[in-house]
């Protein structure tokens, strides 16, 4: 095992991250919710992945899987993982695995694995974890509704999704997140429009893209311009 001082010194650039702000009652709920399904639709720049890993970090009762939404981020959410140990626990935190197909820290009593994929795993590994997907929407791996369904109802797992909307088609996101509802899980929705002090800076950012775009990315509207040809013009 691994101190995370010896590994942080070399690793000493981490992803830069938002740093969750105290008073964020919408991240706060989520953060603390004792729901098995759970689904956030939020706006990008909101705190999305800090708030996944501090999840991930404080929920102890079960041993907990993040899910990168590219297998050569793994590394990178791997450092804000252990960064943010940091701050939440000081250095009573160890590395035990570190290798490019698997990376775990213990911490909070409780294992944290980061992943990309969770094909080819047996079904013990994925039975009674917490499933954490960053990002949902830009993975072309993430399986059916059908999939994400069996994790919860048969194995036991929770499932949480937390995402930014980057598409009007129907997508497993989008059907998570009417199941989660469905289930009496936990789900919301935070806009740009939930961070007031932002709010300057995100007005800025949309001089440069389209009005459709801005509804979906920053206003979570995911029937924004289904009917209206490519996305990105």
């Not at 998570?176 to 899980?185: K, M």
């Not at 919301?188 to 939930?194: D, F, K, N, R, W």
């Not at 893209?209 to 995911?222: A, I, K, L, P, S």
Request: hydrophobic residues 35%; proline residues 3%; negative net charge.
């Amino acid at each position: 095992m691994e101190l995370l001082a010896p590994y942080l010194e070399a690793h000493p650039e981490p992803l830069p991250s938002v740093v969750l702000a105290e008073g964020y009652d919408s991240w706060e709920r989520f953060i603390h919710s004792d729901a098995r399904l759970i689904s956030i639709i939020a706006a990008r720049g909101t705190g999305k992945t800090t708030a996944l890993l501090k999840r991930a970090i404080l929920k102890r009762d079960k041993d907990a899987i993040i899910m990168a939404p590219h297998r050569s981020m793994k590394r990178r959410y791997f450092e804000q993982l252990c960064n943010l140990a940091i701050e939440l626990f000081g250095f009573d935190a160890q590395i035990t695995r570190d290798s490019n197909d698997r990376m775990e820290l213990y911490v909070n009593s409780h294992t944290i694995s980061v992943e990309h994929s969770l094909l080819g795993y047996v079904m013990d590994y994925t039975s009674n974890k917490q499933l954490l997907y960053d990002e949902p929407e830009s993975r072309i791996d993430i399986g059916n509704i059908d999939t994400i369904a069996r994790y919860y109802n048969r194995m036991n797992s929770d499932v949480v999704f937390v995402g930014s909307i980057c598409t009007p088609e129907d997508t497993t996101f989008k059907q998570f997140h009417a199941y989660a509802a469905a289930q009496s899980g936990y789900t919301a929705t935070i806009t740009a429009e939930s961070f007031p002090e932002r709010l300057a800076s995100v007005q800025e950012m949309r001089r440069y893209m389209t009005d459709r775009v801005y509804r979906m990315e920053y206003m979570c509207d995911w029937s924004a311009g289904e009917d209206e040809g490519t996305w990105y013009t």
